[in-house]
């Protein structure tokens, strides 16, 4: 999913940044969505998991973005 690693060096420490790829977010949505119908057995279409790919795409993002 993570396309690239950045190494920067600050004050002698060194961070690891991680970029993500363009439509990496759709990628998740997808990855997200097919997993709740394999697993779960979820319609993911239905009224409480209409958002949840979106949504957990965009905890990854946040988690994950650097």
């Keep these: ?5 950045i190494l ?4 002698g420490i060194s961070h690891a940044q991680i970029i993500p790829v363009p439509n990496q977010h759709k ?3 997808q990855a997200v969505s097919q997993i709740l119908e394999s697993i ?3 319609d ?3 009224q409480g ?3 949840a ?3 957990i795409a965009r905890m990854y ?3 994950l973005g650097g």
Excluded at 1 to 5: A, S
């Design 53 to 55: 790919p979106n949504r």
């Design 61 to 63: 993002d946040e988690a």
């Design 44 to 46: 993911t279409s239905r």
């Design 27 to 29: 990628d998740i949505e």
């Design 40 to 42: 779960a057995g979820e």
């Design 49 to 51: 998991l209409v958002g």
């Design 8 to 11: 920067t060096r600050s004050n």
């Design 1 to 5: 999913m993570f396309d690239q690693q």
